[in-house]
């Protein structure tokens, strides 16, 4: 079966730090890969995701991830992170079909 | 603005009394989701529409029932709601196919008393 792995649970950080969230998935074919966010009392949200092509990809607000196939991982980074990042951040993936599987999210809090 | 809402937003419902969540879209998206989301976990798919089509997971519960009369909306009805399904309770959107992500509400967060 279809997994994510979300290895941080909590990450605090000052700003202007760099950021790096570590995700790996389990699934040996063809994925589709994404990065929600969901601001405090916000809906989650889409950061970027990954269908094909490259694999670093831009999203918005700064992050970029990189898909490494041989390693099944697709971490998400932000060279400077900005107190606004404050959010609880899900890696997700599409095997199949219609649906996506979610990690259980990392709570990134970004200290002034 | 094209949107997915909610309501309400916070559901309040006793112990055993049935309870329906409504989700509403402006999308047109041809699949609906609605996820189960505890605290410090991950979404869980409880079931999702493609068009008419009613696809539910393996492990939802009975008590967890859903209608899609149209396009535009989609319920969850919980039969009997028990303490252990207070959650924050989310429905989505996405065209059809694997290549498109989802569209989130707000959410409703049901408390069970």
């Known amino acids: 079966a279809q997994s994510v792995s979300q290895h941080n649970h909590h990450v605090i950080l000052s700003e202007a730090a760099s950021l790096e969230l570590g995700c790996n998935y389990s699934y040996g074919g063809t994925v589709n890969l994404f990065w929600y966010v969901q601001y405090p009392g916000q809906h989650l949200q889409l950061l970027l995701k990954y269908f094909s092509g490259d694999p670093l990809v831009k999203g918005i607000k700064g992050f970029e991830a990189e898909f490494i196939k041989s390693k099944f991982s697709f971490n998400l980074r932000k060279p400077s992170v900005q107190w606004s990042d404050t959010a609880e951040y899900f890696c997700a993936v599409n095997a199949r079909g219609n649906k996506i599987i979610f990690g259980k999210g990392t709570r990134l809090h970004i200290l002034p | 603005d094209a949107m997915v809402i909610q309501n309400p937003r916070y559901q309040v419902t006793q112990f055993g009394k049935p309870v329906t969540l409504s989700c509403s879209q402006t999308?047109?998206?041809?699949?609906m989701y609605w996820y189960q989301q505890k605290s410090s976990q991950a979404p869980k798919l409880l079931f999702h529409y493609y068009d008419k089509d009613f696809n539910n997971e393996a492990d939802t519960p009975d008590n967890f029932q859903s209608r899609r009369p149209n396009t535009s909306f989609c319920f969850l009805d919980i039969r009997s709601p028990g303490l252990g399904d207070a959650a924050m309770y989310l429905c989505?959107?996405?065209?059809?196919?694997?290549?498109?992500?989802?569209?989130f509400g707000p959410g409703t967060r049901l408390t069970v008393t």
């Open positions: 999308l047109n998206h041809n699949v």
């Open positions: 989505a959107t996405s065209p059809s196919g694997q290549f498109y992500e989802q569209y």
